[in-house]
């Protein structure tokens, strides 16, 4: 069978097409691609809600979040609980926040109709067989801060993905692992024994997002960066915003063969 994503059902495309406009913050955002919104299931069935920050220039071209390569270390985090499927991908923001200007971001978050949105979009993927919420990143862990509907939920909060203090990041990492290996049952093809984190972030210890998170007819390489980041210097992306037109230009390129 041929697996792909296709898409939210009504309700949520609803909910998705009700995000409320940035207004004069929207200065502080890669504003003119539009917002990304989620990857994964919902359809319920997720056990652990990750939440993010905002989505990238990766997650621009995918239309979905968590697919660079933030979103494979993610991707290699839900393996190490054997997750294969039972899992759903958000971000705090759903415009992609320009490096720098995060303090003046962040008032997007307590924004009232902007935290209203938000929190209908939580409640409304808070479902029965949910045991987890991950949090990566100190935007995302205000979000869920700002969240009363998160209830009893246990609520993990680690780095974001993409922290440049691999020590820490790493040390976090591990021991969530620990604590969720506890609470998260594994998928039935999952496998929750395998190696936790060492001291350094191997290239095991990222996954290639799977197709069934992605649209149909996107290249293969999309969601699978192990190629760049076996080249001197690695190259951790597809795609990236050049100077000077960041705010309106990509660059998308495919791997040699």
Not at 146 to 161: F, Q, S, Y
Request: proline residues 9%; aromatic residues 10%; contains cysteine.
């Amino acid at each position: 069978m041929i697996e792909f994503d296709k898409g939210p059902t009504q309700p949520f495309a609803k909910l998705f097409a009700a995000c409320p406009d940035y207004g004069d913050l929207k200065q502080h955002f890669w504003y003119d691609w539009g917002p990304i919104f989620y990857r994964g299931r919902l359809d319920g069935s997720a056990k652990v809600l990750c939440v993010a920050s905002d989505p990238g220039a990766t997650e621009r071209i995918a239309g979905r979040t968590l697919v660079g390569d933030a979103g494979q270390r993610v991707q290699g985090f839900l393996t190490k609980l054997g997750l294969t499927r039972a899992y759903l991908c958000l971000n705090a923001f759903s415009y992609a926040l320009i490096p720098g200007q995060a303090g003046q971001g962040d008032n997007v978050l307590t924004q009232p109709a902007q935290l209203a949105w938000r929190n209908r979009l939580f409640d409304r993927v808070h479902r029965p067989a949910l045991q987890a919420i991950v949090a990566f990143g100190a935007q995302a862990q205000r979000a869920i801060d700002l969240w009363p509907g998160k209830g009893a939920t246990p609520v993990i909060e680690v780095p974001h993905p993409s922290s440049h203090d691999e020590a820490v990041l790493l040390t976090r990492w591990r021991a969530a692992i620990v604590q969720l290996r506890g609470i998260v049952t594994p998928d039935d093809d999952g496998d929750a024994t395998g190696p936790n984190y060492g001291q350094t972030f191997r290239e095991s210890d990222h996954a290639a997002i799977p197709a069934r998170d992605l649209p149909f007819g996107v290249p293969a390489f999309l969601g699978n960066d192990a190629s760049g980041r076996a080249l001197s210097p690695p190259r951790r992306s597809s795609v990236s915003r050049p100077q000077p037109d960041d705010r309106h230009t990509l660059v998308w390129v495919a791997p040699k063969a």
